[in-house]
């Protein structure tokens, strides 16, 4: 299972190239063709905000007469009545991730202001998701549906990866795929041609992760359509990321503990986060737990083996995801408490990803990055839970690479990149696997570069930190002048989950489960139950009026009757304040506090939570006032139904707030 997850966590980092002969005629076309993905969803449409289509290339632009590939492209128009000639051209990382699939949503709703005066021109490099063909390894998730709930020995596990990447290699050899045209000089022939089959005379090229190693590849290969290049979470071509993997995440996790330590609340909450870390990983190592984790796309549900190994490759994932940074030490903790909730929601997201297509990763690394010695990778001066299977995971991915029979391309790949084309450098201070000595030595060779490192993001700035839009914005418009930074001096550590700003509990969980689209009875129950009592307000003051006009003067109630009653008003009065007072506590944080439910609710939230065991206790007065009202006859035979269907409501409103953990989120 560890090394299962190791091929995803693998999946998130990057690589080296080199240039064979570059052939001079162009044989790339664009033809239109309908949209990949729904851009209707994100409030677009095609023809009108996007077009799609494919750009025929050759497989090997050394030979432009011979066997051809496509690329799904992306266009993503500007309106603007100031619309610039140069679009802005984004690469993914991985390498094997989809461009399309990542960025079409982020575009096109939260980062809007990358398309207000340029197109955005998203394609997926060769071998991706939507570009045919795509070097996917179907493979993979049959076998992680088969050893998901086993626990395997790192050797068997790597056992079974290796005979499933070879049947994958098979599988796409007897399909036709050149498995050796697939890395990054061929990768960043495309982008030229591209450009050429999309007409523009320049373009801004913005890469991410493994985007980054390609854009300096073009830098170097095609500068004559570059207008500026923006590099974010950077590999440099002259290092090898794969030995310094253990490194890089010794030192994103060094800088978690150190930024844990220097907050007062978090440093209160979870002292001596990192021992904490090292004891769980162990006692996780010696007694497993069982974590469900739910396939979002076959909905199938495994009872997956969760080991001390598990641990610390899920927190490597998600230290990647800035969002998540402030919320792992919380998460450590609640693996301490043996609650795997977060874990559970989370992991999902990376364990059953299939936008990624392994393929190209190896054909990538193989060629590129494969080029290292076991031995001279050093552990000595790692963290204990870092060093220990470094020198594993180096010596299996060249296993990997010894039977995946593409050719290394050379030396030549692994120089540095000289370029004098204007260049902006991102850098984030958790980056578990690009980390920001990679970025000055990248800049080192590029004269006209400006390097800015953000205080609180992991693995890619543009996409989650506005700072980092805005600075991107500014160097758009004029790449030859230093971009206004000051934006980073305000932005501080990560603002840690803790105790003094959350209300921990699994129950929060549900509720982002209901805002999901999951386990939607409960909410429905909720919202029914609720309307039928919130109705005795409008029945009982007509009643009221009705006898009033009537002249009827109603009969003296005995004390027990007005107490249900009051109670029966006090529940639905209590039950529109909480679902009112949580909504509003909830939507309050953004996206960022929506995510953090996983752990809790806000603290805001707690004083709608305190209603909670209040409507409880009232409804258990309620339904012995219903059974008293037909006992002793309160009321009319009509209004005693009116209030056993009330109380029905009000017992069927506790059970939903009980089913989702709302009745006992204060003490769980």
């Known amino acids: 299972m560890r090394q299962l997850m190791c091929v995803c966590v693998l999946l998130g980092l990057l690589f080296g190239n080199t240039p064979p002969a570059r052939a001079q005629a162009r044989t790339a076309a664009f033809s239109s063709a309908p949209c990949m993905v729904n851009v209707a969803q994100y409030g677009a449409a095609e023809g009108r905000d996007v077009e799609c289509g494919y750009v025929r290339v050759p497989e090997l632009h050394q030979n432009p007469t011979g066997p051809t590939i496509q690329l799904a492209v992306m266009i993503i128009r500007s309106t603007s009545a100031d619309r610039q000639p140069d679009p802005i051209v984004m690469l993914q990382g991985g390498p094997g991730g989809s461009t399309i699939d990542t960025y079409a949503q982020i575009v096109l709703t939260t980062a809007q202001s990358l398309h207000a005066n340029r197109d955005v021109v998203l394609f997926d490099q060769r071998g991706t998701l939507y570009s045919k063909p795509t070097l996917a390894c179907t493979e993979e998730h049959d076998l992680l549906d088969r050893t998901l709930e086993q626990r395997l020995s790192r050797t068997e596990s790597n056992q079974l990866t290796l005979e499933m990447l070879t049947a994958c290699r098979d599988r796409l050899r007897n399909s036709g795929v050149n498995l050796a045209a697939y890395n990054s000089i061929e990768n960043a022939a495309d982008v030229d041609d591209l450009r050429v089959a999309l007409g523009y005379d320049q373009i801004n090229l913005y890469g991410v992760s493994y985007g980054t190693l390609l854009a300096q590849h073009v830098m170097r290969e095609h500068p004559q359509g570059l207008r500026s290049v923006v590099i974010d979470a950077v590999v440099p071509t002259s290092i090898n990321f794969v030995p310094d993997v253990a490194r890089s995440a010794n030192r994103a996790f060094g800088e ?61 994932q998600m230290i990647y995801a800035t969002e998540l940074v402030p919320m792992l030490p919380a998460a450590i903790d609640a693996a301490r408490r043996d609650d795997f909730t977060f874990f559970s929601k989370l992991m999902p997201l990376f364990v059953f990803d299939r936008t990624v297509s392994t393929g190209m990763y190896y054909s990538v690394l193989c060629a590129e990055d494969a080029d290292y010695r076991v031995e001279d990778i050093k552990t000595d001066d790692l963290r204990p839970i870092f060093a220990k299977d470094a020198r594993t995971d180096a010596a299996f991915a060249q296993q990997v690479c010894g039977s995946w029979g593409v050719r290394d391309l050379g030396p030549s790949v692994d120089a540095p990149v000289n370029s004098a084309i204007p260049t902006l450098v991102l850098s984030g201070r958790f980056d578990p696997i690009t980390p920001p000595a990679y970025a000055a030595a990248a800049a080192s060779t590029l004269p006209h570069s400006y390097s800015f490192t953000f205080p609180n993001t992991g693995h890619g700035a543009l996409n989650s930190a506005d700072c980092a839009r805005t600075i991107a914005d500014a160097f758009w418009r004029d790449p030859t002048r230093a971009p206004d930074a000051n934006c980073i001096a305000t932005l501080g550590p990560p603002a840690f989950v803790t105790s003094a700003n959350t209300v921990m509990t699994p129950a929060a969980a549900s509720v982002l489960d209901w805002l999901n689209g999951r386990n939607l009875q409960w909410p429905i129950v909720l919202g029914v139950a609720l309307v039928v009592l919130l109705s005795l307000f409008l029945i009982w003051p007509l009643i009221w009026l009705i006898r009033l006009i009537a002249g009827r003067r109603p009969a003296p109630r005995p004390g027990l009757a007005r107490l249900a009653s009051t109670a029966l008003a006090l529940v639905a009065l209590l039950g529109l304040v909480l679902v009112i007072g949580l909504a509003m506590a909830l939507f309050a944080g953004g996206l960022d506090g929506l995510v953090r439910l996983y752990l809790g609710f806000p603290r805001a939230a707690l004083p709608a939570l305190a209603l909670a065991p209040l409507i409880g206790a009232l409804t258990l007065v309620v339904l012995a006032g219903a059974v008293l009202a037909w006992q002793r006859r309160y009321w009319s035979a009509g209004e005693r139904v009116y209030y056993t269907l009330l109380a029905l409501a009000a017992l069927a409103f506790s059970i939903a707030l009980g089913a989702s953990g709302l009745l006992t989120a204060l003490v769980a």
């Open 256 to 316: 978690l503990f150190a930024a844990c330590a220097a907050e007062p609340a978090c440093n209160s909450s979870y002292p001596n986060l990192e021992q904490m870390l090292s004891q769980q990983i162990e006692r996780l190592n010696q007694t497993p737990a069982r974590v469900p984790l739910t396939d979002p796309d076959t909905h199938k549900t495994y009872s997956s083996v969760f080991d001390g190994d598990t641990l610390e490759g899920a927190l490597f």
